[in-house]
């Protein structure tokens, strides 16, 4: 009895070695198969994601020229509405910018 007991315990352990090899087998390819999935997400979601950069550097270009054109305009019209007070500004920021250089 004791032979048929080994005997049948040999054949279990065989028979569990199989299946829990047959599960891991199927446990790496479903891995493999996520991995995929998540990499094909993560490459759509980059490319959304350059483009939406991409988009957003559009936008603030243009509005930096937009506003450095809407800045030039001001300072023109305050230039031609004050011409002596802008002479005055621009020799106060020289003599300045000489006294700073000296030192």
Known sequence: MSDN?????????ASDFEA???QL???REDMSRLADTVSG???????HTAADIAEGY?????????????????LEASVAAHPLLAIGLAAGAGL?????SRR
Do not use: D, N, P
């Open 5 to 13: 007991s080994k005997t049948t315990a040999g054949a279990s352990a």
């Open 58 to 74: 559009s936008e603030a270009k243009h509005y930096a020229v937009r506003t450095g054109k809407s800045a030039e305009h001001q």
């Open 41 to 47: 997400i993560a490459g759509r979601r980059g490319s």
């Open 96 to 100: 300045m910018v000489g006294a700073m």
């Open 25 to 27: 087998a199927a446990l």
């Open 20 to 22: 829990v090899s047959q």
